[in-house]
């Protein structure tokens, strides 16, 4: 296998593409469990919908872990542990790179209760899902200013469309 795809690095090309698939998976995660929210609100069991909320989150951070990991190996800008896990600890663009590891910690939160949840632990769950709710418009602000293809058409579509489908979903919810 080549080293490089025009001058660029598997890694950085796998850097990218893990990055903004875990972005597309935390929108679908929040913006499912809107909807099933707003199901339930009405009176409609949706358990299929609560079913993949459940199994979602697990992929947005298996994607988010892989992201982190292959930071870790990157040739051109490698990252220490402690720069990826604390934020402005990273010397590449400090602040959106710090954006992304804040919304990663408050992901963390909602997942870990979501698995742990019980009925003793439903107040924190709730709690913990509106630091999930916080961690969007970080981890789109990391996207944007540390991603270095998020102006780029293609880039750009898949930016407007998850905020298109997180409006419609907040929208929905509020009726």
């Not at 298996?62 to 930071?71: E, P, S, T």
């Not at 400090?94 to 949840?117: N, Q």
């Not at 003793?120 to 981890?139: G, N, S, V």
Request: hydrophobic letters at 60%; proline letters at 6%.
């Amino acid at each position: 296998m080549p080293e490089s795809l025009d001058g660029v690095s598997w890694s950085w090309v796998l850097i990218r593409a893990t990055g903004i698939a875990a972005w597309c998976a935390l929108t679908a995660v929040l913006a499912w469990g809107l909807a099933a929210a707003a199901l339930r609100a009405r009176g409609v069991a949706p358990t299929r919908a609560v079913w993949l909320h459940r199994w979602l989150p697990t992929l947005a951070l298996g994607l988010l872990f892989a992201h982190m990991a292959l930071l870790l190996v990157d040739s051109y800008q490698p990252f220490t542990v402690v720069e990826i896990l604390v934020p402005l600890a990273a010397p590449w663009r400090p602040v959106a790179v710090a954006l992304g590891t804040v919304a990663f910690w408050l992901i963390v939160p909602a997942w870990l209760l979501g698995r742990l949840r019980g009925q003793r632990q439903y107040r924190w769950f709730k709690r913990a899902h509106l630091l999930a709710y916080a961690a969007w418009p970080l981890a789109t602000a990391h996207y944007v200013l540390a991603g270095t293809d998020a102006l780029a058409p293609w880039s750009l579509a898949i930016l407007i469309g998850g905020t298109a489908v997180m409006v419609g979903a907040l929208l929905a919810r509020a009726r």
